[in-house]
């Protein structure tokens, strides 16, 4: 091809969306449909491949693309397939078809019919593909003989680095990944440092006797579906997978045997793993001096501060307990339950719990409809934080802006108070660009089995819907974060100090740097 024809290829964006089996659940034993396209298409005739497509004007996004491609190859909806994975897209030169493509890879799981789906019974092609086999992730190949469609292998492996990180390395990625996906327990702060261990025995996992670019390029896409499994928990994570990778560069470099240098990036990581404890003592210290400066030093002889708060943060029982002690203030607690898993409840038995006799603390739990009950006449409004944009907007757990507008209104001189590690802060982008987490309705349906009339109704209109609905008549939502715009914010309480929004704007650019750096070429 010319240089002249190169400069007129066509670009052309498409999706390539790998439908999964996975045996009772279990993601080693995975399985991949590859759907053998049929001679009546115009391009790949008779190749094996995922469900492949343009992107279209009438799709809103890659993955509504990838969508609707399922649905008018297979005949499944997303009744019947769970997204689990996003890979990074890629572009390459097609020299057969004279188009530049930029593939977006995408991962779904076939439900089975005991959840609800219709499971591989429920596939029926259409004219494009003549039939499908399932195949092992590991022995799909780049080859004549296999007959797959262009580069298909890196296709797959943008969803399944397994692929390429061997047995037992791939093996850590997939159980690690899953952990940190199904993990709706622990918070931001615990699922990094979560996500750093699964890095550090990946890399031990990993054969060493060669590290090569090829070596450190799979490693940083591992890091990258690491970074992407929990978006909602992204910012944290990110910035934590940024340091590993930075600390394991380091020793790329260093002029000794390749299984050295694992064992070296390992022990490297670990030592970040031990250090990341220290910075709630730092964030306790810190919150303590706000309070002391800003608050106490007003207060009546009395000493009582009145504190809203919601949802199970161990940052937040830690600095209120370390307040009350060092200030000699006593504490009136008003926490949210925090629905539907009812963190708040969790979080109010730390502090009954709590072996510091020197705090003074009374603990009152509110249902999250009572939130301007509780927000009456307090003097701060206390949050943790999950991600933190460039612009100081904070995401936490849902409850968290009706708190706010709640106090705005019967408490206007409160103060509302984030508590966060730095590492929170999310590379540059607005708040609206990352999508709301939408978990299983069922956490929500459950507790209305007791004595709910009509219970009944919603479940069995909810196991016949169509992504969570019944011909329009029910969806139940049940999304686990949202948003709190930095206006409503007087302090950000961090590991490094009382920060502005300037402060995290600066901190945003540095992790959009750091992931240029690591991922951009991948």
């Known amino acids: 091809m010319t240089s002249t024809e190169k400069r007129q290829i066509?670009?052309?964006?498409?999706?390539?969306?790998?439908?999964?089996?996975?045996?009772?659940?279990?993601?080693?034993?995975?399985?991949?449909?590859?759907f053998r396209c049929s001679g009546k298409v115009i391009s790949y005739k008779h190749s094996l491949g995922p469900v492949y497509g343009s992107i279209e004007e009438i799709d809103a996004s890659p993955f509504a693309a990838a969508l609707r491609g399922i649905n008018e190859e297979t005949g499944l909806t997303l009744t019947s397939i769970e997204p689990i994975r996003v890979g990074k897209?890629?572009?390459?030169?097609?020299?057969?078809?004279?188009?530049?493509?930029?593939?977006?890879?995408?991962?779904?799981?076939?439900?089975?019919?005991?959840?609800?789906?219709?499971g591989e019974e429920g596939i029926s092609l259409d004219w494009e593909n003549v039939g499908y086999e399932w195949v092992s992730p590991l022995d799909v190949k780049d080859s004549v003989e296999f007959g797959g469609v262009p580069i298909l292998t890196k296709s797959l492996g943008r969803v399944w680095p397994e692929c390429h990180l061997g047995s037992r390395a791939g093996g850590v990625l997939t159980s690690g990944l899953k952990r940190l996906q199904s993990d709706h327990e622990n918070g931001a702060r615990q699922l990094a440092h979560e996500a750093v261990s699964i890095l550090?025995?990946?890399?031990?996992?990993?054969?060493?006797?060669?590290?090569?670019?090829?070596?450190?390029?799979?490693?940083?896409?591992?890091?990258?579906?690491?970074?992407?499994?929990?978006?909602?928990?992204?910012?944290?994570?990110?910035?934590a997978i940024m340091k590993a990778l930075g600390r394991a560069e380091a020793m790329l470099v260093q002029d000794i045997s390749p299984p050295e240098k694992a064992r070296n990036m390992t022990e490297a990581i670990r030592a970040q793993l031990d250090q990341r404890w220290s910075t709630t003592d730092d964030v306790r210290s810190v919150?303590?001096?706000?309070?002391?400066?800003?608050?106490?030093?007003?207060?009546?002889?009395?000493?009582?501060?009145?504190?809203?708060?919601?949802?199970?943060?161990?940052?937040?029982?830690?600095?209120?307990?370390?307040?009350?002690?060092?200030?000699?203030?006593?504490?009136d607690l008003r926490i949210l339950e925090s629905r539907p898993l009812c963190e708040g409840v969790t979080l109010a038995s730390r502090f009954l719990g709590a072996t510091n006799t020197s705090a003074t603390?009374?603990?009152?739990?509110?249902?999250?409809?009572?939130?301007?009950?509780?927000?009456?006449?307090?003097?701060?409004?206390?949050?943790?934080?999950?991600?933190?944009?460039?612009?100081?907007?904070?995401?936490?757990?849902?409850?968290?802006?009706?708190?706010?507008?709640?106090?705005r209104h019967v408490a206007p001189s409160a103060k509302v108070i984030i508590i966060s590690e730095t590492e929170k802060i999310a590379s540059p982008g607005l708040a609206e660009e990352h999508a709301a987490e939408e978990n299983n309705p069922i956490e929500v349906t459950q507790a209305w089995k007791l004595n709910v009339k009509g219970a009944s109704v919603i479940e069995g209109a909810l196991d016949d819907g169509e992504s969570g609905t019944t011909q329009g008549k029910v969806r139940v939502r049940n999304t686990y974060f949202e948003w709190v715009p930095a206006q409503?914010?007087?302090?950000?309480?961090?590991?490094?100090?009382?920060?502005?929004?300037?402060?995290?704007?600066?901190?945003?650019?540095?992790?959009?740097?750091?992931?240029?750096?690591f991922f951009k070429e991948l």
């Open 200 to 239: 550090m025995n990946l890399i031990a996992g990993m054969d060493s006797h060669v590290i090569d670019d090829i070596w450190w390029a799979n490693i940083r896409m591992a890091a990258w579906h690491i970074c992407k499994t929990r978006e909602s928990m992204g910012a944290a994570i990110t910035s």
């Open 287 to 331: 919150f303590v001096e706000y309070l002391r400066q800003n608050v106490t030093q007003s207060m009546t002889a009395e000493k009582s501060v009145s504190v809203l708060t919601l949802s199970s943060s161990s940052t937040i029982s830690t600095c209120l307990l370390q307040a009350a002690a060092d200030l000699g203030i006593s504490v």
């Open 361 to 407: 603390f009374t603990v009152s739990l509110y249902t999250d409809a009572s939130v301007a009950l509780a927000a009456g006449g307090v003097d701060i409004v206390l949050l943790g934080a999950d991600r933190i944009s460039s612009a100081g907007d904070v995401s936490n757990k849902v409850g968290s802006l009706p708190a706010v507008l709640s106090q």
């Open 89 to 118: 897209p890629f572009s390459f030169i097609d020299d057969s078809i004279g188009r530049e493509l930029t593939v977006n890879p995408f991962a779904f799981r076939i439900k089975d019919k005991t959840e609800g789906g219709k």
């Open 10 to 34: 066509k670009k052309l964006p498409v999706i390539a969306a790998f439908l999964f089996r996975l045996p009772n659940g279990d993601e080693k034993q995975a399985k991949v449909a590859l």
């Open 488 to 517: 409503f914010i007087d302090a950000y309480v961090t590991d490094e100090g009382l920060w502005s929004v300037e402060d995290i704007s600066r901190r945003s650019s540095a992790i959009g740097d750091e992931m240029d750096k």
